[in-house]
């Protein structure tokens, strides 16, 4: 769909103009930030921390009548601790999901550039079939149809609510990394495989040598961002019977049954993903910028 | 290519070996020296966590047990409705204590233990007041409930009720807190034990007669139902209510007297 | 009708392919209210999205700090915390403030959980929305602006009638992923028990025990839909193209 918008700048050589002092001169403030880049920054990130804290102590004003009650800060800092715990899950399903996703995606979008016509349309098959069905789907398809064990060559290797867990969520992101990686290998001007050609490398070396390590930096923002995505998903394996901390939260909703608690506890744990994942996204940016430049 | 081929040899090494499963149960569980068995977190009295996250109630100390009548260490597993019986085909777990109703279509999934151990119906908890006293009341209402229930669509076939079904207890009680439902559809076992002790539940009541008892049955897979595994468990349940343990230990759970437990008793001594 | 559900019963009782919404009216019943209510769900999400985006995009330009801050506060809060959890906190807390006092005395809430569905759904693609028309904006050139305003059109009108249509051709390829996304996105409404087609499914497969059937069929569901409204953006690329601009 891309395509029919930009013109192609694969097919022109980087080498006309690429010179920098052929380039017009641009004022580098004007073009480097952005409306919403300049409105964000830390200050601003903390001013939305206050925002949160204030909502919360505003809550406890609010009810300072009913002395004998535990303040909703005090009853938040007393589940902090494992939450805290339940977070760190979330986390590390998340980059495990990620490790697992990017290897997959990466083969899988080198086969999806593949000379041979099978190998590339099944690729492109496997890609497009996990990357339009829901995450929560595939999740429910993990969890309920891989089996608990699998015996491979007599050996049991066991398969826990977790780490299927894991390997539902790392399926979409083998597909987008699948993606992103065909688009990156794409993106290489053809000079660079036809000079690799003429030095007698193989297409294998090719590969490995010269078009792969360029791709990196090209891949680098899109996979950042999918990170950032993946970890705003792994709150769905909650809903699939795998202990995070959505089940944790609403346990702790559920013991104190309080519904002044409901608004403060659900902002508390939204805040955490967004201190987490802010600076994600705020790097991908920056890095986007500064890589685009260069093409 | 190489990937590929891997990947297709992967997935069929998978499909291969998931029919697989061990010739004797039993024999395993007493190899493995400990028992895996699917307990509900989150119904108490029967199955709920205390203060210090161990999983307690009158179904763990059955399947405690079962543990101790084998000889090995007891793991416990949380299930919930949706996941039970998928979890032992698959043989995450060995056993099912969850609360499971057992009926028809049950039996040709998974092998249910005879005699049952218990016995429970369907029941609604709403707010005093709601007007609601025959099950009738309920046409064209929203009812919170628990997804795979087994009485779901009969209350939703029978009294046209629009069944909103959430995966776990807590949700399903914060959608009839904040007023999504007009009640809250669950085992009349659960709303009486809640209702008895939780003070949160001082302005709810249970307006109906209980429907649909069914008996409770422990579960072992299918294909062990009739193998030494299957009459270990039939012989424990069986002791169970002979010796009056049942009864036993559901007092000491501060559960109300079950009429179930009683009849079993008498019948089977 | 009859041979239809004749064949699904043959293919249970034959090969064990229990396909109940073939030859179980009840469950059919369900299952096609399930793919409605995903429909429904997905094109009003899609459309208060769209307002969402176009209207945060037009505000982002406007003089007014203020505002800027505020439709920026609104895009990092929703682009960087989890949507199931934004929609929880909307059903199970701010439901649970917002609510009036039913004709029994008892309190009931304003929106219903239908209601929340698309209403965090929107705010969450919404968010997406403003920063891909904005972007799309950007690439209208100003002298198209210079003109209009020579023309006599205020900022609103500029903004209607000349950079929006301009701007959405521009961002129709990342809109479409985003669009894309939304209607993946629309299975979250699972959680608060909105019965779309996975919580339709899954009552089935928790009734009728055929799990492995009802999820090939849900895969399956999904796709087709993802399939028709990538059909439908393409036609729409297609109708708005702008003649010699790209290929």
Known sequence: ?295 | ?269 | MESFEAFFSWLYSDHGINLTIGYDSYDRGRFLDGVWTTIKLSVLSILFSLIIGAVGAWVQGSPLRILRVFIGFFIAFFRNTPPLVQLYFFYFAVGTVLRVTGENGLPQPLVSNFGWAVISLSLFAGALNVEIFRSGIEAVPKSTIEASEALGFNRLQTYAYIVLPLAVRVALPSLGTNLVNLVKTTTLAYAIAVPEILYASAQIWSDELNVREMMNVLLLSYIGLVAILVWVLHRWEKALRIPGYGV
């Not at chain 1, 999901?97 to 999806?112: C, D, P, Y």
């Not at chain 1, 791709?215 to 961002?225: C, E, G, I, Y």
């Open chain 2, 1 to 269: 290519m190489k990937i590929l081929a891997q990947l297709t040899f992967g997935a069929a090494a998978l499909v291969l070996s998931a029919g697989i499963a061990s010739a004797d149960k039993l024999e395993d569980i007493t190899a493995a020296g400990k028992i895996v068995v699917g307990v509900k977190q989150d119904y108490r009295p029967w199955g709920y966590l205390d203060s210090d996250g161990n999983i307690v109630g009158l179904e763990i100390d059955l399947a405690k047990d079962v543990a101790d009548k084998l000889g090995v260490a007891v793991e416990l597993v949380p299930v919930v409705s949706s996941n039970r019986m998928e979890f032992l085909q698959q043989g995450r777990i060995d056993l099912i204590i969850a609360t499971m109703g057992d009926n028809e279509k049950r039996r040709k999934v998974v092998g249910m233990i005879e005699p049952n151990y218990y016995a429970g119906g369907a029941n609604v908890i709403a707010p005093k007041g709601s007007g609601l006293t025959a099950w009738a009341d309920l046409d064209g209402k929203d009812v919170c409930a628990i997804q795979g229930a087994y009485y779901n669509k009969q209350v939703a076939r029978d009294y046209s009720a629009n069944i909103v079904a959430f995966a776990g207890v807590p949700e399903a009680t914060a959608a009839l807190a904040n007023g999504s439902c007009v009640g809250f559809v669950y085992d009349n076992t659960w709303i009486e034990s809640q209702l008895a002790s939780d003070a949160q539940w001082a302005e709810y009541e249970m307006p109906f007669v209980t429907e649909q008892l069914q008996p409770w049955a422990i579960a072992v897979p299918l294909d062990e139902l009739d193998m030494a595994y299957g009459d270990k468990m039939r012989d424990i349940v069986t002791d169970w209510h002979k010796s009056g343990f049942l009864i036993e230990r559901n007092a000491a759970n501060g559960i109300a007297d079950n009429p179930f437990l009683q009849e079993q008793q008498d019948r089977l001594k």
């Open chain 1, 1 to 295: 769909m891309r395509a029919s918008f930009y013109p192609k700048t694969r097919s022109t050589p980087p080498v006309k103009g690429a010179l920098p002092v052929l380039l017009p001169y641009r004022s580098p403030q004007a073009t480097q930030l952005s409306l919403h880049e300049k409105l964000f920054n830390g200050w601003t990130v903390l001013a939305l921390m206050l925002g949160f804290a204030w909502i919360m102590v505003q809550q406890v004003w609010a009810q300072s009548g009913a002395a004998q009650q535990a303040s909703v800060p005090d009853i938040l800092l007393k589940w902090t601790p494992v939450l805290l715990k339940g977070f760190g899950f979330n986390v590390l399903i998340s980059i495990l999901s990620m490790a697992i996703g990017t290897v997959l995606g990466v083969g899988l979008g080198i086969l999806q550039v593949s000379p041979v016509t099978a190998t590339r349309r099944t690729a492109w098959l496997i890609t497009q079939f996990f990357r339009n069905s829901p995450w929560l789907v595939l999740l429910f398809y993990c969890i309920l149809l891989i089996p608990f064990e699998i015996s491979v060559f007599g050996l049991d290797i066991p398969f826990p609510g977790w780490v299927k867990a894991v390997i539902g969520l790392s399926l979409p992101v083998m597909a987008y990394m699948s993606e992103y990686m065909r688009g990156a290998i794409l993106s290489i001007p053809s000079g660079q495989w036809e000079s690799a050609d003429s030095l007698g490398f193989t297409r294998g070396q090719t590969m490995r040598e010269v078009i792969l390590p360029q791709t990196v930096k090209r891949l680098a923002p899109s996979w950042m961002n999918l990170y950032a995505v993946l970890t705003m998903a792994t709150p769905l394996v909650s809903i699939v019977g795998v202990s995070d901390v959505m089940t944790l939260t609403r346990s702790a909703l559920a013991a104190e049954s309080r519904v002044d608690l409901l608004i403060p506890m659900y902002l508390y744990i939204l805040s955490w993903f967004f201190i987490y994942c802010y600076p994600i996204s705020r790097l991908t940016v920056r890095l986007e910028r500064k890589f685009a430049v260069k093409l």
